[in-house]
């Protein structure tokens, strides 16, 4: 398997003249100044894009028999476990099993090094046609501002990751975990499904050691644009 890639040249420059976590002044406020980042945020996110989520709701109402919203257990901070909300994008009872053998065969190395990313969602046929458009924009991730109201998430930090992948981890990789988990991050502006799932935990472990609110909010300025102009989703 490939070594696991840095961030992106913008990101690299980026961390470069960021440094790490910061002086202990910067460090001792960090949590409380993130909170209040989120709880601002997330408040005017969900005024912002209610309408959206109404329309959403009603095209997979529509669309797709089941409920709108789906609710999966995730790994949170400290590896608690917490229920992460999405709309649905998927059918139904539908099998994961081609999935967490991907991954699977991934995390442990498996895979043959000319592969081109994760797992493509583009070719999973689980994913209904309403669900395809939502993931293209990140639209189905909306409902987690509730998680982040909820103080499970964060806007900024490492994707909350699947208990049975968590269990595939390095000890090293879990200590992504020391950090509350985020609606985007930095492997997120920084390649999305171009990396691989060991990349992808590389740059959660350096988002772990880089972490501030100038850096949250440098994601957060970039993450518009990636949604918006890149073409991989994940």
């Not at 995730?74 to 992460?84: A, V």
């Not at 046929?125 to 909306?142: A, C, K, M, N, Q």
Request: with cysteine.
């Amino acid at each position: 398997m490939r070594p696991p890639a840095a961030a992106s040249q913008g990101a690299k420059r980026f961390l470069r003249g960021h440094g790490r976590a910061g002086n202990d002044r910067q460090a001792r406020f960090f949590p409380v100044g993130k909170r209040i980042l989120d709880i601002v945020l997330a408040s005017l996110l969900l005024v912002v894009t209610s309408p959206l989520l109404i329309v959403a709701a009603i095209l997979i109402k529509l669309t797709s028999p089941g409920p709108v919203l789906f609710r999966q257990t995730r790994i949170g901070l400290h590896e608690r476990p917490f229920t992460m909300l999405k709309l649905r994008t998927m059918r139904v009872g539908c099998d994961d099993s081609t999935h967490r053998e991907f991954n699977t065969r991934e995390l442990m190395g498996e895979l043959p090094d000319d592969l081109d990313g994760v797992f493509k969602p583009e070719d999973d046929p689980r994913i209904t046609p309403v669900g395809r458009f939502l993931r293209r924009y990140s639209i189905d991730e909306l409902p987690q501002l509730f998680n982040v109201l909820r103080n499970e998430m964060s806007l900024v930090g490492p994707r909350p990751s699947l208990p049975w992948e968590v269990s595939l981890f390095t000890p090293e990789q879990r200590r992504r975990h020391d950090c509350m988990p985020g609606m985007t991050g930095l492997w997120q502006v920084s390649g999305r499904n171009r990396l691989t799932m060991p990349e992808m935990l590389a740059l959660d472990l350096e988002y772990v050691r880089s972490r501030s609110l100038r850096l949250d909010l440098w994601i957060i300025f970039r993450t518009p644009f990636v949604v918006i102009f890149g073409n991989d989703t994940r």
